[in-house]
């Protein structure tokens, strides 16, 4: 502008002949700016009313904000307006940027310019009188025009879309620091980082900007509201509500890389409040905090706020009531101390894996002295089976939770008592882990097959296991559980789980059986029927989602047993179902076989082996190409082989369920 300054007052000094000026500055250095090898020229012919102005720089640098061109180049024509007013209104180009138009207005006292590209616009006035400050006034601007000024606090931003309006007081005085203040509206910003950890899509606000620059700190203060769109950071993901958010952030930023953050509140209604203060190291991870936050209806939290975390540990569609009044303190990444106030709070997986509900209580986690807490519920369920209310008396300190004493939370007519609990939350050395011991008592099998819609057993089931371990996504049990059932037993051990709480949950266990009546047993499921005793094995058994998808079965008849050991024609045909036998031909001799009801054996043995999908049958022995099922005693003696060695698990599962409903018709050859 002071160049152009010079060339106006040059003006009525050329001669009538050659109206044409031209200068070459090596450098013009402003508060603001600095241009280096700048060319103008103005070219008035005689008796024109408009000169041709052309202005030429090899580089423009605003280094406080950020921004630097090359090759600018305007042109424009000069025109004398009112008094000592004249303006100049043409295209300017930088090398790799698209043609924009500036319009400039100037005087003895006043200066307005206009940028503009489009819809867009940026207007600039500047006063003699008051030197330091320039106004600017945006006007649907592109967010990709503030680039380089987000980049000074912000290296790693990468302003995508958005438009920006609004009023900002430029200050530029000889002592003291550069601010940037005023009203912004912003609209439809999205942005993201080279890695993607941090990314925004469609978020809208209306705030108040306060930015300084000293040599060795940069402050920013934010004060507005967020409305609508979206944002990631890291696991972190907020789907912001269309009604506003308020927001008032003041921030310090360091040489280093550092963020303070003494002032920070975040006002979404009832859903969610937060006040207080962090601070951030170089890479923007959490380093200190002192953090209030209160939430009086926990309904929006899941979809607004946690959806991100709950994600990773397959809760996605988990749904939240209740009320909450939490505080945490960090300092050097590690933690103070955290509290919560529980009111009637309700989790519930929308898959129906569990629920827990009516928690109550203030549980404390401390990372340095020794704090007592009282954690209680009213009930739940656990893959649809009921538990009851319990009340666990908690203790921290160290960083760790635990149990003050043995808590027995009723369950299925009789009890699971937790022992030695102790938990560890997430921290940089690893994720959450937790250990403690497990007592069963006396649990109705009757009502475990109930709920989860299993045949009629009846029993109990009890046991002890020392210690269950959680860590790195999987738990494993030690000892095992013996179920007491059809007056015999059922022992689970080995049993362990990746991914409990995530997508795809896998369990692996041994499963031993003894002394089982078959005839209860072949009652329950309406096998035919069958007496004797069955004993046998489901050894290295891996479910993936609850589907089998490995075991190695064998189950056969206890050879110690001493009573009556009888099959059915019913038994008969299921079995030869089941194992792709032949039972009861066609032939004379087998149509008076189908005379009796029942039939004596000596042994009945099956084995299957799961892999891929593929269950590879056996049995008690080779019977030529076949497999011996039923090895018959007595007469009549009756025999049943299987043929199919390989069996596709999908049809063998059919055909069981086939036989259980009494719809199997094996043909008889």
Not at 248 to 265: I, S
Not at 327 to 346: T, Y
Not at 573 to 602: C, I, P, T
């Amino acid at each position: 502008m002071l160049t152009l300054l010079v060339l106006i007052g040059l003006t009525p000094l050329l001669p009538a002949q050659a109206r044409v000026a031209s200068v070459h500055i090596a450098r013009v250095s402003t508060p603001v700016a600095v241009l280096e090898d700048v060319h103008v020229r103005l070219a008035w012919p005689a008796a024109a009313d408009t000169g041709e102005l052309s202005l030429r720089a090899r580089g423009l640098r605003a280094d406080d904000l950020g921004y630097r061109w090359h090759d600018v180049h305007w042109s424009c024509p000069l025109r004398r307006e009112a008094g000592e007013r004249w303006r100049c209104d043409g295209r300017v180009t930088q090398a790799g940027g698209s043609p924009l138009r500036l319009d400039v207005a100037i005087d003895l006292t006043h200066t307005h310019a206009r940028l503009a590209g489009g819809p867009a616009s940026l207007a600039m006035e500047r006063n003699a009188a008051a030197p330091d400050l320039t106004r600017i006034n945006l006007v649907q601007v592109p967010v990709s025009w503030a680039q380089a000024l987000v980049a000074q606090g912000w290296a790693d931003a990468r302003l995508k879309d958005g438009r920006l309006d609004g009023r900002l007081d430029l200050r530029v005085p000889e002592r003291g620091p550069l601010q940037v203040s005023g009203p912004l509206r912003l609209g439809g910003l999205s942005l993201d980082t080279p890695d993607g950890s941090i990314a925004a899509e469609g978020l809208s606000a209306a705030l108040r900007i306060d930015y300084r620059q000293f040599p060795r700190q940069r402050l920013v203060t934010l004060d507005g509201e967020l409305r609508g769109g979206e944002l990631l950071a890291g696991n972190a993901y907020i789907a912001l509500p269309d009604t506003p958010v308020g927001v008032n952030v003041a921030a310090r930023r360091w040489p280093d890389g550092r963020w303070e953050l003494p002032t920070l509140a975040w006002d979404d209604g009832a859903a969610l409040q937060v006040t207080g203060g962090l601070s951030l190291d170089p890479a923007l991870n959490l380093s200190d905090a002192a953090l209030r936050m209160r939430s009086d209806d926990l309904a929006p939290l899941q979809a607004r706020y946690l959806s991100g975390w709950l994600g990773l540990a397959g809760l996605s569609d988990l749904r939240m009531g209740g009320a909450l009044v939490a505080r945490v303190d960090l300092h050097a990444g590690a933690l103070r101390e955290a509290e919560m106030e529980l009111r009637d709070v309700d989790l519930i997986d929308g898959r129906d894996r569990f629920r827990l509900l009516g928690v109550q209580g203030n549980p404390v986690l401390s990372g340095g002295n020794r704090r007592d807490s009282v954690l209680r519920w009213s009930g739940g369920a656990l893959h649809g089976l009921p538990f009851g209310a319990a009340e666990f008396p908690l203790r921290s300190g160290d960083g760790a939770l635990a149990l003050r004493e043995a808590v027995t939370v009723p369950a299925l007519g009789g009890g699971l008592t937790f022992e030695a609990l102790n938990l560890h939350p997430p921290r940089a050395s690893g994720g959450l882990s937790f250990d403690f011991g497990l007592s069963v008592k006396d649990l109705d099998i009757g009502q475990l097959a109930t709920a989860m819609h299993w045949p009629a057993f009846q029993g109990n089931l009890s046991g002890r296991i020392p210690r269950v371990r959680y860590a790195e996504d999987r738990l494993d049990f030690d000892g095992a559980l013996t179920a007491h059932m059809f007056g015999g037993s059922v022992e689970v051990s080995g049993l362990s789980m990746e991914r409990p709480f995530g997508t795809a949950p896998t369990l692996s266990a041994d499963i031993a059986l003894d002394d089982l009546d078959l005839q209860a047993l072949t009652g329950v499921f309406g096998f035919g029927e069958i007496t004797g005793a069955l004993d046998g094995h489901i050894r290295d058994l891996r479910l993936v989602d609850w589907s089998p998808q490995g075991f190695d079965a064998d189950l056969h008849t206890d050879p110690q047993w001493r009573g009556r050991q009888r099959i059915s024609q019913r038994a008969v045909q299921d079995l030869s179902s089941v194992g792709g036998g032949q039972g009861l031909g066609s032939s004379l001799q087998a149509q008076a076989l189908k005379l009796f009801d029942d039939f004596g054996y000596r042994r009945i043995g099956i084995r299957c082996r799961l892999s891929e999908e593929v269950c590879r049958m056996d049995g008690l022995g080779s019977a030529g190409t076949g497999f011996i099922i039923v090895e018959g005693q007595g007469l009549p003696r009756l025999t049943v082989v299987g043929y199919n060695h390989q069996v596709d698990w999908p049809t063998l599962v059919k055909r069981l369920g086939d036989v259980t409903r009494g719809e199997s018709k094996p043909v008889f050859q």
